[in-house]
Every structure is written in C-alpha cells, then in structure tokens.
C-alpha cells in the first residue's frame, strides 16, 4: 500500500523560505514521475512543481526561480524548496505519486501540510 507523509509545513513571512517533505512507502518511482501540488483557500488545486521519470523538471510560472523540486531515492523521499515565498503561496500543499494504471497515470496524494505567508 502507498503511502505518502508531507512535512515541513509552516507559517513564515515573506520573503522567507521552508522546504516540505514528502516520506513515502510502499511506492516506485514509475515514469508517471512525481509532484507537488497546492489549493490556496477559495481556488482550485494547481500544479506547482513535478519530476518526471527522465529526471525532467517543470514549475508553474509562479514559481519558477524561486521553487526547487528533488528526489532522495535512497531514503524515499520528494522535497520541495521553496525561497522567496510570497503571500499568494498560502495554500495547502500536498505531495503526489504517480503510478501506471490501465496504461495511463494515476496519482496517489498525501495528507497536505499547511503553508502559510504573512507580508
């Protein structure tokens, strides 16, 4: 069974920075990759930060320069740095996990972990 834990969540001011952490168990990085996503209240669930099987990388425009995303394989782990934080990256992140299914993508999410920026 797949299991994903975000961690690293917080409140920060602007300009700070916070790296979440996503823990997983029981998953195989497939080549539907891996990402991080975020609700900010009132909108809807937006693509923030993904890596691909290949090791490619892409980022939302809002974030691009400021966010990083990476992979541990050997402790299981997807991170997510994030630097210059404005207030408009409030939001509930959450950590997902692709996985082939009937041939086609399919991701499994975490809990979310809170992120919240004052100015």
């Known amino acids: 069974q797949v299991q994903l834990v975000e961690s690293g969540g917080g409140s920060v001011q602007a300009g700070g920075s916070l790296k979440l952490s996503c823990a997983t168990s029981?998953?195989?990085?497939?080549?539907?990759?891996m990402g991080w996503y975020r609700r900010a209240p009132g909108k809807g669930r937006e693509l923030v930060a993904k890596?691909?099987?290949?090791?490619?990388?892409r980022y939302a425009d809002s974030v691009k320069g400021r966010f990083t995303i990476s992979r541990d394989n050997p402790k299981n782990t997807l991170y997510l740095q994030m630097n210059s934080l404005k207030t408009e990256d409030t939001a509930v992140y959450y950590c997902a996990a692709g996985v082939v299914f009937s041939n086609q993508c399919a991701n499994y999410w975490g809990q979310g972990t809170q992120v919240t920026v004052s100015s």
């Open positions: 890596i691909s099987g290949d090791d490619t990388t």
């Open positions: 029981g998953y195989i990085f497939s080549r539907c990759g």
